[in-house]
């Protein structure tokens, strides 16, 4: 009998042993010790059989009990430190925790300039219209009155993808594709990609924005390019700003003239933002060359027209003083939250 239990109590502590060293988690871990040692377990069970052993082999029994419950306890334990804790996703959240604020979406600053100016323009009686950012050079080159032995193509030296097909210097070739669509009057304004083999520095990039603008009509004069640019300056920057045209020359326009706007910073006075000449550059514009209408088929002496492209990149810098362009193209969260 009690020789009986003795070995029931030796099984015990090799299986016990065996399923402690086999116990992965913290829960099987725990299982064990509820089976092993609990108040209905194994070992409980065994010394059930105590009371019917004749008293003197009782201390026997018993103390090998208590030596087995001994080890398989410290066994348990020193199981349940090393033991892997699976937690079910109910476990992992935690009411007390300030929440996760959402990512709101935003548009990026240069998207808020054209956004801008175009909804200016269009609400001078302008349509947005798009054309494509692969193009031909007769369309980009050619039919703009620019040769490609004309020393002003050397300046949109470019990304040719094929004989006579390149990434678009400028918008400019969407006017040509405009006129050839369609009879004036027109008035459109014209957001998009161009590229240029520039070096990516602290004012270039080699892809960029612009918008173009194009009015063609009979009677269009230099006055009313004046008007519209001076009317879109005063509701973009402000009533107070001020508007200067200075001689220019692009193939395509004639005359030709580059826009300055009185400085946003000082208004004026000159300060460091507009290396102390009061005005900062915004645009190319000029008089539609008839040349231009040839080529798309216009009578260049019944219609007249303006032309006017700005680069909306240049346009946010000075609105939000950027120091690098490159800050507009490199998608970091920390600078273009700021935008939100
Ligand atoms: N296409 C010219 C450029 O990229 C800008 C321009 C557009 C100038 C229309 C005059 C008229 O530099």
């Not at 050839?180 to 990516?200: K, L, W």
């Not at 220019?248 to 326009?253: L, W």
């Not at 680069?311 to 690098?324: K, V």
Request: proline share 6%; hydrophobic share 40%.
């Amino acid at each position: 009998m009690a020789n009986d239990l003795m070995q029931q109590l030796a099984l015990l502590e090799r299986e016990g042993s065996e399923a402690i060293d086999a116990a992965v988690e913290a829960g099987d871990v725990e299982r064990l010790r509820v089976e092993l040692l609990g108040r209905k377990g194994r070992l409980t069970g065994i010394l059930r059989g105590l009371g019917q052993l004749p008293a003197d082999q009782r201390p026997r029994v018993g103390a090998e009990a208590n030596r087995i419950k001994d080890v398989l306890a410290a066994r348990l334990e020193e199981r349940k430190e090393r033991a892997v804790t699976a937690v079910s996703d109910e476990a992992l959240i935690d009411l007390t925790l300030p929440g996760r604020a959402h990512w709101r979406g935003g548009l990026h600053p240069v998207t808020q300039v054209v956004e801008e100016v175009c909804g200016i323009f269009e609400s001078l009686g302008f349509t947005r219209v798009r054309g494509p950012e692969v193009e031909t050079v007769e369309y980009n080159f050619t039919k703009l009155n620019t040769p490609l032995d004309h020393p002003a193509a050397d300046m949109h030296d470019t990304f040719y993808l094929a004989d006579g097909v390149v990434l678009r210097t400028h918008t400019s070739p969407v006017q040509a594709r405009v006129m050839e669509e369609f009879e004036p009057p027109i008035r459109v304004v014209v957001p998009g990609t161009v590229y240029r083999r520039d070096p990516f520095d602290a004012s270039h990039a080699p892809a960029f924005e612009q918008i173009e603008g194009l009015a063609v009509d009979e009677g269009i004069t230099f006055i009313d390019l004046k008007a519209t640019i001076a009317e879109f300056a005063r509701r973009f920057l402000g009533p107070q700003t001020k508007t200067r045209f200075r001689p220019s020359f692009f193939p395509f326009t004639e005359p030709s003239a580059e826009v300055d706007v009185s400085c946003q910073i000082c208004g004026g006075e000159g300060c460091s933002a507009c290396k102390r000449t009061g005005w900062m550059e915004i645009m190319g514009a000029g008089m539609v060359d008839p040349a231009v209408f040839e080529a798309v088929g216009y009578d260049p002496e019944r219609y007249t027209g303006f032309a006017f492209g700005m680069g909306p990149a240049r346009i946010a810098m000075q609105r939000f003083r950027l120091p690098d362009i490159r800050l507009l193209y490199e998608n970091d969260m920390r600078f273009l939250e700021q935008f939100g």
